[in-house]
């Protein structure tokens, strides 16, 4: 077993927010809904307090990785999320405002991984809320929607406000999503595979609606971050993953439910 040390409060800053709600919604400043809001740097603390007081699942697990969605408003973040943690789409989703993340653990040989999947607003505007929410990150997957070029021209700026907060180690994929639109395609595949290459970035087009690849890149995401870790790739106590000699097994029962509190556009 591969081991990465880290300080007391950053294990339980990730243990806490990854063993709390099955699925939960951060909102906004002025939104009274009650429970999982959040306003920035306390408001991230807050959610890591919840998810300590509130541990609830019966599930084992050696690591518990944090991914970040992030793109343009639109481009199919949520679904992505609802598809690999759920197995569902919703046709009639709308814009997410503020933080919304979900977790799933999957296996990567003999090793059980809790994946821990953050949907960032892609609303301009609250970039600087959600900024908070890159920290301790270690994988990302950058998503564009195939069939609107304009969201595949943001990718380069995506990138840079990804590394602006990140760690420098973080694993990052390009997804072109909505490949069932292919008949309105504008992004060519070997234009972003290029653009990937180039950057050192992985590279796959899914889509939620269909499920197509949607297991497939995260799973090479979490993949590629545990080869990082073990092979002394990422620098000792450089990022929250945690890893333990015994997997863990979170105290309390059945997982919390899902708290409607992230407002709709």
């Not at 081991?3 to 939960?24: D, M, T, Y």
């Not at 343009?72 to 503020?98: A, C, M, P, Q, Y």
């Not at 050192?200 to 949607?214: G, I, K, P, Q, R």
Request: proline share 2%; net charge negative.
């Amino acid at each position: 077993m591969y081991e990465v040390a880290i300080s007391p409060k950053v294990f339980w800053e990730a243990v806490a927010s990854a063993s709390g709600a099955s699925h939960r919604k951060a909102t906004l400043p002025g939104d009274d809904s009650g429970d999982g809001r959040t306003d920035g740097r306390n408001g991230a603390r807050r959610a890591h307090l919840d998810g300590l007081s509130s541990m609830g699942s019966d599930e084992a697990y050696n690591f518990v990785f944090k991914v970040v969605l992030i793109g343009e408003s639109g481009v199919g973040k949520s679904n992505l999320l609802s598809r690999f943690t759920k197995n569902e789409f919703n046709h009639d989703s709308r814009t997410t405002i503020g933080v919304e993340f979900s977790t799933r653990t999957v296996q990567l040989g003999t090793l059980t991984i809790k994946a821990q999947i953050w949907d960032t607003a892609g609303l301009e505007r609250y970039r600087a809320i959600t900024s908070a929410y890159y920290r301790g990150a270690v994988g990302a997957l950058l998503v564009y929607d195939i069939s609107k070029h304009l969201t595949y021209e943001s990718v380069e700026r995506w990138l840079k406000e990804l590394y602006d907060h990140a760690d420098q180690h973080i694993v990052v994929m390009l997804v072109g999503n909505k490949s069932d639109l292919e008949s309105v395609r504008t992004v060519p595949t070997e234009e972003a595979k290029d653009f990937a290459e180039k950057n050192n970035l992985l590279f796959m087009e899914t889509s939620a609606l269909d499920s197509t690849n949607v297991e497939a890149a995260f799973h090479d995401v979490l993949a590629e971050i545990h080869r990082k870790v073990a092979s002394k790739e990422v620098t000792r106590g450089s990022i929250s993953a945690v890893t333990l000699s015994t997997p863990v097994t979170p105290a309390g029962g059945s997982q919390e439910e899902k708290k409607p509190c992230c407002k709709n556009l």
